[in-house]
């Protein structure tokens, strides 16, 4: 009895949050008890698949969707590579758009750094100059390629942007995936967030999140402006990938609405891999010059 | 005998659909059909107001042959109706060279690819770009197609060329890059009397249409008959290839790269051969001049340097992107003469740099702002007969040009509509008030359906290189449907 007990301590250890800094290429999913940094901690972790040593997207299909309904779509792929603080770089990010023919072979290289105060290193094909250009990373509040997603709500947002308050533990009321009509994560286990930005005068003055007790992926995100007033919300499909003995929890969909205009955007990530061993030359400026279009 | 028949079909067709499916999965293609009208708000230039009705095919193909290995094929055609469906003899006359896809120009891009962790090798038709700058400095390796001056993108101004391009990185992000170019292609410039042809072309043109020209009385008559130019260029041997190498690396996040280029010039240079001179007897007696020239391209060596950073860090840099890039040219063919007239075609070494500030101002608008300079080592040549001094000139029009030309290109660019509608203006200035503002705009309509509207304005006088198309202001529309 004392063993099972003594294991299972040990086995609960390994779950959880020790002191400081979560560790590059370990898993971690939020415990009952936990104070509200430290589950957003793990969902940043999770966030930036901080977790693997790299993350393989090969078919991202982004809908843009008007409140008319008009469509229209973008394919990417998407690598990353997590650096682990090596020379001070956090992780490595290549984003390739394969559709609309229009911008095919247009990529975005990004170099994310550890320090949370500095801002990203990005280079640019540009194919219709083809060429790479160096170029100032985006605002933090622009919207990332036309989409409803702001640049940070993808790349940029990071665990020291805002503090956090624990509102409380509740199961998900669902949301209704616009994209298939399908009710999600209904009656889900989540502690529910108040994320406040530290930076004044922000496009938001708090949001409101449901990060799940299974996974640690925030699945859903509720923006609320200076009034008070809901303007926008995001969800996000987190799912455990199973792959031998390493869990991987893997977003494999996002769904952001704009209240306002009644735009919508989502994102489909199909046959995403992990920890595939990709090449860390593949994240520089000669791969960049690779490209045919 | 059914049987037989069956497993005789059956292992007929199996490998076939096998390699169609192989083929499926390791070929992408992609193309566009392209219409671009081009309307003139003027017709002083001997043009009517439709310049421009040109039809594009463009279509490629990438076949990934292996893990490391791939082949890319990238044909394009086009066809300007605007040469057939105009009645002016002037613009008519540069129909064959103007308004189709010339000689073997159809072919973009034929390469095999070779890819791996430390060498890149591509093999065959394709082009390659230099540099940060907007304004070509150091993106000297290929030919220009100047046929519409600097509106069309750069990538299509490139002129393609068989080359050997090797990147080899002995360690990350610092790569060593070969290229032995064994062809060779000049850059091409309008024909005289096409909307964009250079002022010294036209005026050359004109004169060889007003021969002969008395030029002198005493002792007799004497008449300018005939001109004759012969384009020389570079005879077909491995050592006339042009050769190239760049080292890329990092120093923090600090990008720079060393550039070497040696090969000849991609434009042709004016040199006088030999004028002959034949006594006419006969009432009134005269002398009748043939006037020889040659028109050369010249070994030249560049050097360079170039580098690009962004202020990642916080405080009052952050978020700016810094770049430049110098390149000095050896030996480059220079002309001199006086206004309008060029007398002597001599060599002079070129300093030209440039530096580039880009910040995101806005929300969603990046703001460019790039300073270039020209240098020319020798801005004077005294004529060794007559002890006449000579200025330096301006290639495309013969206009007198300063020791030192200064520009300064501004862009601004944004989007709206969740990108479906980008707006960009290009403002070019430069010295002695000349240049051209270009703003553009881009509309998504569908995602396989893009239309472009843009202005081109050319301000400057006659003499300079924006100023000569100062006639020239159009209307620029496109329809893109991409599949």
């Known amino acids: 009895m004392r063993k099972m007990l003594f294991l299972f301590a040990i086995l609960s250890l390994c779950g959880k949050v020790l002191a400081g800094e979560l560790e590059y290429y370990k898993l971690y999913t939020p415990q009952d008890g936990m104070s509200a940094e430290e589950i957003m901690q793990i969902k940043y972790h999770n966030k930036y698949s901080l977790f693997a040593k790299d993350y393989y997207l090969p078919y991202c299909e982004v809908y843009y969707v008007d409140a008319s309904g008009f469509t229209r779509k973008k394919i990417a792929k998407r690598f990353r590579i997590v650096k682990g603080g090596e020379d001070g770089i956090s992780y490595k990010d290549l984003v390739v758009i394969t559709y609309p023919t229009e911008i095919k072979g247009l990529a975005i290289l990004t170099w994310t750094y550890e320090d949370p105060n500095k801002s990203q290193d990005v280079w640019l094909w540009v194919p219709s100059l083809k060429k790479v250009r160096k170029i100032s990373a985006s605002e933090d509040d622009d919207a990332f390629m036309g989409s409803d997603l702001t640049v940070e709500e993808v790349s940029t947002r990071k665990f020291e942007d805002e503090s956090y308050r624990l509102i409380g533990e509740e199961n998900f009321k669902g949301y209704k995936f616009e994209h298939t009509a399908e009710i999600k994560f209904e009656g889900e286990p989540c502690f529910v967030i108040e994320c406040v930005p530290k930076q004044l005068h922000w496009y938001y003055a ?37 792959r031998g003995i390493k869990n991987y929890p893997t977003q494999h969909a996002v769904e952001c609405k704009d209240l306002r205009t009644g735009h919508r955007t989502t994102v489909l990530n199909l046959e995403q891999e992990y920890d595939k061993g990709i090449s860390e030359q593949e994240f520089t400026v000669k791969a960049l010059m690779r490209s045919k279009w | 005998m059914r049987i037989i028949l069956f497993i005789t079909l059956i292992t007929m067709v199996l490998p076939l659909r096998i390699f169609a499916l192989q083929l499926n999965d390791s070929i992408d293609y992609a193309g566009f059909l392209k219409m671009e009208i081009r309307l003139k708000n003027n017709t002083d230039n001997s043009h009517q107001h439709l310049s421009g009705l040109k039809n594009t095919f463009d279509i490629g193909f990438d076949y990934k042959l292996s893990e490391n290995w791939s082949f890319f094929f990238h044909p394009r055609f086009f066809y300007d109706f605007a040469y057939d469906i105009r009645e002016q003899e002037e613009f008519d006359r540069t129909q064959h060279y103007m308004g189709h896809t010339q000689r073997t120009e159809w072919l973009r891009d034929c390469y095999l690819d070779y890819n791996s962790d430390n060498l890149d090798i591509r093999l065959g038709k394709q082009q390659v770009a230099w540099g940060h700058m907007d304004i070509p400095i150091l993106d000297k390796v290929m030919p ?100 190239g190498v760049r080292f890329s690396s990092m120093l923090g996040n600090l990008e720079y790269t060393l550039n070497w280029l040696y090969g000849f010039t991609t434009s042709s240079y004016l040199y006088e051969e030999d004028t002959v001179a034949t006594f006419v007897p006969g009432a009134p007696p005269h002398i009748e001049l043939s006037s020889y020239n040659s028109r050369r391209f010249k070994r030249v060596q560049m050097m360079g340097l170039s580098f690009a950073k962004s202020f990642v860090d916080p405080g009052l840099l952050e978020g700016i992107t810094l770049k430049g890039e110098f390149a000095y040219i050896h030996d480059e063919p220079t002309y001199y003469g006086t206004s309008g007239s060029r007398e002597l075609t001599e060599v002079s070494d070129k300093y030209n740099w440039g530096i580039a500030i880009e910040k995101d101002v806005v929300k969603n608008t990046t703001l460019s702002l790039q300073l270039i300079q020209f240098i020319v080592d020798k801005d004077k040549r005294v004529d060794p007969t007559t002890g006449t001094v000579y200025k330096v000139l301006d290639t495309s029009t013969y206009g007198v040009i300063d020791k030192v030309e200064t520009s300064i290109a501004l862009k601004l660019m944004t989007d709206f509509m969740y990108e479906r509608v980008k707006p960009e203006i290009t403002v070019i200035y430069q010295e002695d008030n000349q240049g051209r503002i270009v703003p553009k705009v881009g509309v998504e309509l569908r995602d396989n359906l893009w239309l472009k509207i843009g202005y081109a304005h050319f301000y400057g006088r006659p003499d300079s290189s924006n100023g000569q198309f100062r006639n020239n202001d159009q209307l620029m529309m496109e329809v893109k449907y991409t599949f």
């Open chain 1, 206 to 242: 708090k949001r409101i999140i449901w990060v799940t007790k299974s996974t640690g992926g925030n699945i859903f995100e509720e923006y609320y402006d200076k009034n008070g007033k809901l303007f926008k919300t995001i969800f996000r499909d987190w799912a455990i990938y199973e």
């Open chain 2, 144 to 243: 220009f197609d100047l046929t519409n001056w600097f509106l069309p993108d750069l990538a299509d101004m490139r002129i393609p060329l068989w080359m050997a391009k090797i990147d080899y990185s002995p360690k990350l992000n610092s790569t060593l890059q070969f290229l032995i170019i064994p062809d060779f292609e000049a850059s091409r410039v309008a024909p005289p009397g096409a909307p964009f042809s250079f002022s010294a072309y036209n005026n050359f043109y004109n004169l060889t249409q007003s021969l002969p020209i008395l030029v002198g009385t005493v002792p007799f008559n004497t008449y300018l008959n005939n001109i004759y130019v012969d384009t020389i260029f570079p005879s077909k041997q491995f050592e006339n290839s042009t050769f």
